[in-house]
């Protein structure tokens, strides 16, 4: 179990420009998460998945914003002509899927849009 | 629709004095709710939860909640902060749609 990982640690972005982030779960972990986090402010839902089905979306999601988890292991979260306002930390979460269950989170990915 | 409020964002203690992190909730169903815990340059961490059955949770660092319903409160205490405490701690809640609703945060900062 070496925990939820995610990839890149630091994206620095022209505004326009598109960007993909990587996240891999805790192995046979069925449920995944995005968050997104501005400074000073806790975490906010974006999505959810439970093996590759994407059961649901924040309305933080815009159209701009798109997830998958393909093969129901890892997921991407892609952003399409990135605006300023899309500087934030995005973290990814995932657990087993029993329940109520825990949530363990990744280091984030830090987006800096110039 | 849920809501969490964290109402210090701050929280200066000296080593071994008491601390309470305090978080309200407002919900119009049943809720989960959470502690969670950031330390410096490193992802969020389960403190503790409250799921069902006893009120007051615990952790195994010495920090305890107490659910109160009637309050709709979930405030986190610990009886002596040692250094290692300073991080920042959120406050959530879920009604089990697994959407976590989470606070602004809290930053304890424990001076010597």
């Known amino acids: 179990d070496t925990g939820v990982s995610q990839d890149p640690r630091h994206k620095i972005t022209k505004r326009g420009q598109n960007v993909t982030f990587r996240c891999d779960p805790i192995?046979?972990?069925?449920?995944l998460y995005w968050y997104r986090q501005t400074l000073g402010q806790g975490p906010e839902f974006l999505t959810y998945?439970?093996?590759?089905?994407?059961?649901?979306k924040s309305r933080l999601l815009s159209d701009r914003f798109s997830a998958e988890r393909p093969k129901g292991s890892f997921s991407t979260l892609e952003i399409q002509r990135t605006e300023q306002g899309d500087s934030a930390m995005y973290l990814c979460?995932?657990?087993?899927?029993?329940?109520?269950?825990?949530?363990?989170f990744g280091p984030g990915t830090r987006l800096t849009v110039l | 629709a849920q809501s969490v409020t964290q109402l210090d964002s701050q929280v200066p203690v000296f080593e071994e004095a008491p601390v309470e992190l305090r978080c309200n909730y407002s919900?119009?169903?049943?809720?989960?709710l959470f502690w969670y815990v950031q330390y410096p340059n490193q992802g969020l961490q389960l403190l503790l939860k409250?799921?069902?059955?006893?009120?007051l949770v615990e952790s195994i660092n010495g920090f305890e909640a107490e659910f109160n319903k009637s309050q709709t409160s979930f405030h986190l205490r610990k009886p002596s902060v040692h250094i290692s405490d300073t991080a920042e701690y959120f406050c959530?809640?879920?009604?089990?749609?697994?959407?976590?609703?989470f606070g602004a945060g809290t930053r304890l900062f424990v001076k010597a």
């Open positions: 192995s046979e972990h069925n449920r």
């Open positions: 979460a995932s657990s087993l899927g029993k329940g109520t269950d825990t949530q363990y």
């Open positions: 919900s119009s169903v049943s809720v989960y």
């Open positions: 959530a809640v879920d009604t089990g749609g697994f959407k976590t609703i």
């Open positions: 998945f439970q093996n590759e089905a994407q059961l649901e």
């Open positions: 409250y799921l069902s059955g006893s009120t």
